[in-house]
């Protein structure tokens, strides 16, 4: 129904997407649902968000690999680096460097996303530096940073050890600094070539805003268009970047 309205990408977003299929199949799903949608003629493409880690399996991928429709964009909301604070967020505990391997082995050009937590309690200076290290090391596309904040019913909310408020905002924003110079580097890469694009919306003065593969809504950055014929919200366009900054680009549909 959406696609025949003119719909052309559909974000697939829940808790844990990964986690689809369980109640209706008795078992996690998410491949079979990727498999029916590119199947619709007018739906262009397909942006899955929250894919947990345990969730994303080489049958997964290998959807994404083969489907132009699915843009290779891979949310993994991983939260920390260090098995100590994981185990205590009550969060898997895999090896998360040969999972990004794993996807970047399948899928070489996949846009990577996470989130962190800072402060959380008991977060001590040795498990912070091995989260710097952790980004350093991988170089994600886009990551979020979160200073942890206490919420009454949650299991966190009984531990002890609170990380002082002003660690927290400084743990933040040294993270996003070392992600700063991290996301410069990548959008310089790619200063010259041919990038798919989604045109997000146009501005009063006739301004294109885009969002490329890279991009989701409302949470990554935009490319700014320069473009010689007609162009509406929706469009699917190639452009080819001619300048960038930390998180934004700018760039001719081609």
């Given at each position: 129904m959406l696609a025949y309205k003119g719909v052309s990408e559909i974000i697939l977003i829940a808790q844990d997407t990964t986690y689809y299929g369980k109640d209706l199949y008795g078992k996690r799903s998410l491949p079979r649902l990727l498999k029916e949608l590119i199947k619709i003629d007018n739906l262009q493409r397909v942006r899955i968000m929250y894919t947990y880690p345990s969730g994303l399996t080489q049958e997964l991928l290998s959807?994404?690999?083969k489907s132009e429709k699915i843009f290779n964009y891979?949310?993994?909301?991983?939260?920390?680096?260090?098995?100590?604070?994981l185990k205590s967020m009550k969060r898997p505990t895999l090896d998360?460097?040969?999972?990004?391997?794993?996807?970047?082995?399948?899928?070489p050009d996949a846009a990577i996303r996470t989130t962190f937590i800072v402060g959380y309690p008991g977060e001590t200076e040795e498990?912070?530096?091995e989260l710097k290290d952790?980004?350093?090391?991988?170089?994600?596309d886009r990551i979020g940073v979160f200073e942890y904040s206490p919420e009454k019913g949650t299991y966190s909310y009984t531990l002890k050890n609170r990380v002082n408020a002003r660690v927290k905002q400084q743990r933040r924003k040294e993270l996003m600094e070392i992600q700063k110079s991290i996301s410069e580097k990548i959008n310089e890469k790619l200063l010259g070539?041919?990038?798919?694009?989604?045109?997000e919306y146009i501005t009063d003065d006739g301004a294109v805003i885009g969002r490329t593969y890279k991009d989701a809504p409302e949470v990554d950055g935009l490319i700014y268009l320069n473009s010689k014929d007609e162009v509406i919200p929706g469009d699917i366009v190639t452009a080819r970047v001619t300048k960038a900054d930390t998180y934004d680009l700018w760039g001719d549909i081609v």
């Amino acid at each position: 129904m959406l696609a025949y309205k003119g719909v052309s990408e559909i974000i697939l977003i829940a808790q844990d997407t990964t986690y689809y299929g369980k109640d209706l199949y008795g078992k996690r799903s998410l491949p079979r649902l990727l498999k029916e949608l590119i199947k619709i003629d007018n739906l262009q493409r397909v942006r899955i968000m929250y894919t947990y880690p345990s969730g994303l399996t080489q049958e997964l991928l290998s959807v994404m690999a083969k489907s132009e429709k699915i843009f290779n964009y891979i949310d993994i909301p991983l939260q920390h680096a260090s098995k100590k604070i994981l185990k205590s967020m009550k969060r898997p505990t895999l090896d998360y460097e040969k999972l990004i391997e794993k996807i970047r082995d399948k899928i070489p050009d996949a846009a990577i996303r996470t989130t962190f937590i800072v402060g959380y309690p008991g977060e001590t200076e040795e498990d912070f530096n091995e989260l710097k290290d952790f980004v350093k090391k991988i170089k994600f596309d886009r990551i979020g940073v979160f200073e942890y904040s206490p919420e009454k019913g949650t299991y966190s909310y009984t531990l002890k050890n609170r990380v002082n408020a002003r660690v927290k905002q400084q743990r933040r924003k040294e993270l996003m600094e070392i992600q700063k110079s991290i996301s410069e580097k990548i959008n310089e890469k790619l200063l010259g070539k041919e990038i798919e694009c989604i045109v997000e919306y146009i501005t009063d003065d006739g301004a294109v805003i885009g969002r490329t593969y890279k991009d989701a809504p409302e949470v990554d950055g935009l490319i700014y268009l320069n473009s010689k014929d007609e162009v509406i919200p929706g469009d699917i366009v190639t452009a080819r970047v001619t300048k960038a900054d930390t998180y934004d680009l700018w760039g001719d549909i081609v």
